[in-house]
């Protein structure tokens, strides 16, 4: 089995796991300095806390993000996917990583890429243009 086997077998599974990975990334992030919730610091037992609930809040969720995962799945084009992904994974890096600006020039240009590629996959799925 090679890997676009495995993407292609696989691909609402990856697109949720990134979905819960994107929503967490807006709860909290973890700091070398600390958890960070709401812009705040957190205690260990205010991080414990937010981190629980956000597990069993996102746990109940994940059932309903997968069915929007396999929407967007049947209904995209690979383009808009690939670039879906690329958006979200620029997104969650940038959250995580604190010294990482959502406004740099090599963000924005990975953002203003992956947009290119969604409206590209939708052009492409309303075939507007044949590949």
């Not at 676009?4 to 990334?25: D, R």
């Not at 993000?65 to 940038?94: E, K, P, Q, T």
């Amino acid at each position: 089995m090679n890997i676009i086997e495995i993407f292609a077998n696989h691909s609402i599974l990856i697109l949720t796991g990134i979905f819960i990975a994107f929503i967490s990334s807006i709860i909290y992030r973890i700091a070398p300095t600390g958890f960070v919730s709401g812009g705040k610091y957190r205690t260990k037992e205010g991080a414990i806390a937010i981190y629980l609930f956000s597990a069993v809040i996102l746990g109940f969720c994940t059932p309903l993000i997968y069915v929007f995962s396999d929407l967007i799945i049947i209904n995209l084009s690979a383009f808009s996917i690939f670039g879906l992904l690329i958006f979200l994974a620029n997104f969650i890096i940038n959250q995580s990583v604190p010294s990482w600006k959502h406004t740099s020039p090599k963000t924005l240009l990975i953002y203003f890429l992956s947009i290119i590629l969604i409206v590209i996959g939708f052009i492409v799925k309303l075939n507007l243009i044949f590949f």
